[in-house]
């Protein structure tokens, strides 16, 4: 089992730049989450997934922020334009809808400069 | 009100000692609660599921008061290996899957 696989580890863009986070979730899991991570607010959801259906983008930040599932082994986070308050820690992860906890993905460190 | 309030340390003890965290959580509605451990720069893993009853994982005890809505683990004989942020996870409905984490308890166990 690979386990949940984000793309790329590290990111450094410039600010007004776009960037895309990449993620492939356990085979057979039917959700799929993505966290950011900073130290002043913590593990924050922004969107999930079931069934490669949006359920709940309540916790996206704003318009700069959009996130696709085309299939059941992919999705992509995508930040345009970026600005510096974007920098922190996005983790994907993945679960059954009907199992307990998630396996969380390595994460990608985004820093916008 | 935070959703999930833990105390954020960070709790400094010494290698042996017992240690124990508490939780609370504002929604009486919440359905399922789990502890999380996460290592410096690591992404967070599932460390054990609380259940009602109590549960214990070796040198892992979960307790959940479900009329005071407060959640504690407690570690017996610590480890240096201990050593890592804590996180409080509850989910704020019953069908759906998306998980509530606080933002977590440093430990950091001496020799």
């Known amino acids: 089992d690979a386990g949940v696989i984000q793309s790329p580890r590290h990111e450094v863009t410039e600010m007004g730049q776009e960037v895309t986070l990449r993620c492939k979730p356990i085979s057979g899991h039917n959700s799929l989450f993505w966290y950011r991570q900073t130290m002043m607010r913590g593990l924050e959801l922004l969107i999930y997934?079931?069934?490669?259906?949006?359920?709940?983008d309540s916790g996206m930040p704003e318009d700069r922020f959009s996130a696709k599932m085309p299939n059941a082994s992919f999705s992509t986070l995508k930040i345009q334009p970026s600005e510096p308050r974007d920098s922190a820690v996005y983790f994907c992860a993945s679960s059954f809808s009907q199992g307990y906890g998630y396996t969380f993905g390595s994460g990608t460190r985004l820093t916008v400069v | 009100r935070k959703e999930v309030e833990q105390d954020p340390g960070p709790f400094n003890v010494p290698e042996g000692a017992t240690v124990a965290f508490n939780c609370t959580y504002s929604?009486?509605?919440?359905?399922?609660f789990f502890w999380y451990r996460q290592d410096c720069r690591k992404e967070p893993k599932l460390l054990m599921s609380v259940y009602s009853s109590g549960n214990e994982d070796g040198r892992f005890t979960a307790q959940l008061n479900r009329a005071s809505q407060y959640i504690s683990l407690l570690i017996r004989d610590s480890k240096l290996s201990d050593s890592a942020t804590y996180l409080c996870?509850?989910?704020?409905?019953?069908?759906?899957?998306?998980?509530?984490f606080g933002s977590g308890t440093q430990l950091t166990v001496l020799p």
């Open positions: 996870v509850v989910t704020l409905s019953g069908s759906a899957r998306q998980l509530t």
């Open positions: 997934f079931n069934n490669n259906v949006p359920i709940d």
């Open positions: 929604n009486s509605a919440s359905q399922s």
